[in-house]
């Protein structure tokens, strides 16, 4: 991995020099657009819409268009003026339970590395937090953004994961949570019993990207010079159900034999031979 950024966590007067890198990745199969008839890349121009010319990088600026069509053009001055911090730290702003903080607010994740002399004020801190049950609530500056964000323990690494502001969180305004919907105890009960038929301990190792593996059989098909064949249709999707409680009751069925099909089957026990009894004469 390549680092992306330089700074230092800041901890009351203790400075923790890291590295920053991203924690994921997209497995997403990367396309070109090209010419259907030979296969060239297309490319596009830069082109200004007023005079039809094409503009360099160097020419071109920020623009924020205003209701109205107008558009306010700003220059790097007027960014350079802005109070965004370019000290590269991240700065711990307070500690908090990790379950008060709703995972709706996490943006994205990168790990942190430390410098060679910030080893063990990173290893300190670490095992700190990791024994408080806490995360650190923090603030740091990317990609010309200011963020909130956490720092928490995940394989003896730390995890900075950036968060966004409380007024980008949207609110769910939906006609149905104004409704008075009666659900019935014997369905709410049959499906807290379709949620336990199906309990299991999370292994993310257990799926996958069906389409992404499919789309890259296709990929080597044409490479190979391969006849592409279709995959197999799966079960058309049911509609809604109609009878709610016939279609739970049928689901924890389903779940249950679905569960025991997963299940090594038992040997079952043989029964005794029964003793054979002499005649008397």
């Given at each position: 991995?390549?680092?992306?950024?330089?700074?230092?966590i800041?901890?009351g007067?203790?400075?923790i020099?890291?590295?920053?890198y991203?924690a994921?990745?997209?497995?997403?199969?990367a396309?070109?657009q090209v010419h259907r008839?030979?296969?060239g890349?297309?490319?596009?121009?830069?082109?200004c819409?007023?005079?039809?010319?094409?503009?360099s990088?160097?020419d071109i600026?920020?623009?924020?268009?205003?209701?109205t069509?107008?558009m306010?053009?700003?220059t790097d001055?007027d960014?350079?003026?802005?109070?965004?911090s370019?000290?590269?730290?991240?700065?711990?702003?307070?500690?908090?339970?990790?379950?008060?903080?709703?995972?709706?607010y996490f943006a994205?994740s990168?790990?942190?590395?430390p410098d060679?002399?910030g080893?063990?004020?990173y290893v300190?801190?670490?095992n700190?937090?990791?024994s408080?049950?806490q995360v650190a609530?923090?603030?740091?500056?990317l990609?010309?953004?200011e963020?909130?964000?956490t720092?928490?323990?995940?394989d003896?690494?730390f995890?900075?994961e950036?968060?966004?502001?409380?007024?980008?969180?949207?609110?769910?305004e939906?006609?149905?949570?104004e409704e008075d919907?009666?659900?019935r105890?014997q369905?709410?009960?049959m499906a807290?019993s379709l949620i336990?038929?199906?309990e299991?301990d999370?292994?993310?190792t257990?799926?996958?990207?069906s389409y992404?593996e499919a789309?890259?059989?296709?990929?080597?098909?044409k490479?190979?010079?391969?006849?592409?064949v279709?995959?197999p249709?799966?079960?058309?999707?049911?509609?809604?159900?109609v009878d709610?409680m016939?279609?739970?009751?049928?689901?924890?069925e389903a779940a249950?034999?679905?569960r025991?099909?997963a299940?090594p089957?038992?040997t079952?026990?043989?029964?005794p031979?029964?003793?054979?009894?002499r005649k008397?004469a």
């Amino acid at each position: 991995m390549r680092s992306i950024w330089k700074g230092a966590i800041s901890f009351g007067l203790v400075t923790i020099p890291v590295k920053l890198y991203s924690a994921t990745e997209q497995k997403d199969v990367a396309f070109h657009q090209v010419h259907r008839e030979d296969g060239g890349r297309i490319r596009y121009r830069r082109v200004c819409t007023i005079d039809g010319e094409e503009v360099s990088y160097a020419d071109i600026a920020k623009g924020y268009e205003l209701a109205t069509g107008e558009m306010v053009v700003l220059t790097d001055e007027d960014f350079a003026d802005l109070p965004l911090s370019t000290s590269r730290r991240i700065d711990v702003l307070q500690f908090a339970p990790a379950e008060q903080i709703d995972p709706i607010y996490f943006a994205k994740s990168y790990f942190l590395e430390p410098d060679a002399q910030g080893a063990k004020p990173y290893v300190l801190l670490r095992n700190a937090l990791e024994s408080s049950g806490q995360v650190a609530v923090v603030k740091v500056a990317l990609r010309q953004r200011e963020s909130l964000a956490t720092l928490r323990v995940r394989d003896g690494i730390f995890v900075l994961e950036t968060m966004l502001w409380p007024d980008e969180i949207r609110t769910p305004e939906f006609a149905f949570l104004e409704e008075d919907i009666e659900v019935r105890a014997q369905e709410l009960q049959m499906a807290e019993s379709l949620i336990s038929t199906m309990e299991g301990d999370f292994d993310p190792t257990e799926y996958h990207d069906s389409y992404r593996e499919a789309l890259q059989q296709v990929i080597e098909a044409k490479i190979a010079g391969k006849e592409v064949v279709a995959a197999p249709e799966g079960a058309e999707e049911a509609g809604p159900a109609v009878d709610l409680m016939a279609a739970l009751r049928a689901s924890v069925e389903a779940a249950k034999k679905e569960r025991e099909g997963a299940k090594p089957a038992k040997t079952p026990a043989k029964a005794p031979a029964k003793k054979k009894t002499r005649k008397s004469a």
